[in-house]
């Protein structure tokens, strides 16, 4: 599974991950996809949180399978990659496994619609935004139309 | 939407459900589904978190497509029906509304497998829960087998 | 306990509120008192989260005192008074009830100071955000100076 | 402050983690004390949350000075010290930094009672978890009787 994904990136559990059954709760692995997502985004230089007009990425759709159980306090890792980049959409794919022991946890997919931040419609992905998500196209981007 | 699912149910949202974008992010719909379905199945008496001994519901699968925003304070209302009922399974599809307004907010998928508390390997479904889960089996169920 | 509190507003728990205790962890707490004391601001219209330049409330103090646990599906039911209403800063007093059976749960501080949304340098309550927070000052309000 | 505190310990933000103020909600520094706090007596194996009959650590007190803000995705560093002691409870002092800068972010306070599992009665601190303790106390303990 590490090498599906070509870029890597861990978020610690927390205590109260935990729900009463003693794992991590389903809903903690979609606020892991949101972090690494967008942290990755930010270390790239393509989302600048302080900047008032530049362009907020919006979830539309978000979907995940889990496959084992992980427990506090197990680091998860995601690995990121793109699996459609349209133009004004971006299609992540997350892979998450227990990192001390490469344990697959889940398969998340997380639909980004960009927008401009005041009227929040729809805004075409920015060239030097769109060159670097190029980076994480797998298999190879067929840039396709959508909104 | 109101009348595609035959239970509903209130979540208040909270301060902090409003991330960064001003609106509850996205990782809230999971968590007020998590405790909507819970919360049915407890005051139909088929889910006693109390008791070590009876079948406990793990998430295997989820999924929502977002509509449009909510915003704090806002109160989520939320629709339930079960799309599929397994021998272990329960497909629930979740609609949500923002109360004041009606206005479509949501549509969520979660997928339950109930399994042995001890051993967490699925379990059949015992005969008076699976009752209670057919009234919201919608259109009506054609039970069939899975794990 | 439910008369030592001027005003009173409920909290759904959630499910995932309830930690590997099997009870509501302890930062859920702090969670239920900044929703209720910005809910009744905005419910009064002395908070207006959509004005880019009104006063915004950050919290420089808060602390709790747990005396009882509760569990999810429980509803708390946290009542509000104001101890003491400085030049831009407010001390909010909660008393934390289990709403079924008026258990007490917990006695919450929480300082707010009101800043600028901007510079975020404190900045003086608008009169008519003290007319109203006034009426939570129990016992009667001795104004005084603070920062 | 990295002088003042014995033991340190990371946590990252999360993208949800900033509300919409666009700084860490007040509500994640409890979450990230609890989270620190634990975690180390797991790594020191003076907690273990798999045997169901080791005292377990209820939370009957916290507070939280809030010196500046701190914003996702930065890490925060928590600084572990213990401030007292007694027969069943342990005072805990938590200093907090934004990791990249040794920004002073808040200091905080978190009282643990440790019970029996089962009746959540208070239970003196075992003799080799006390040792583990005392290696945190700092100024060196007077231990002192109480609950």
């Given at each position: ?29 979609y ?32 979907g ?8 506090y306090?197990d ?6 990659r ?10 992540w794919e997350?892979?998450?496994l ?15 619609v ?26 190879p ?7």
């Amino acid at each position: 599974m590490r090498d599906a994904y070509p870029v890597w990136s861990l978020v610690p559990t927390r205590w109260n991950d935990n729900d009463i059954y003693g794992h991590v709760n389903n809903v903690i692995h979609y606020a892991a996809m949101d972090t690494v997502i967008n942290r990755w985004m930010i270390e790239e230089g393509i989302l600048d949180l302080t900047d008032p007009e530049a362009p907020i990425g919006l979830c539309v759709e978000s979907g995940c399978r889990y496959l084992a159980s992980v427990e506090y306090p197990d680091v998860l890792a995601l690995g990121l990659r793109i699996a459609r980049l349209g133009t004004s959409s971006v299609t992540w794919e997350v892979g998450m496994l227990r990192d001390r022991d490469d344990e697959p946890i889940a398969e998340g997919r997380f639909v980004h619609v960009f927008v401009d931040p005041v009227t929040r419609r729809p805004t075409p992905l920015p060239d030097p935004m769109r060159t670097v998500l190029d980076t994480l196209v797998s298999p190879p981007a067929a840039v396709e139309e959508d909104t």
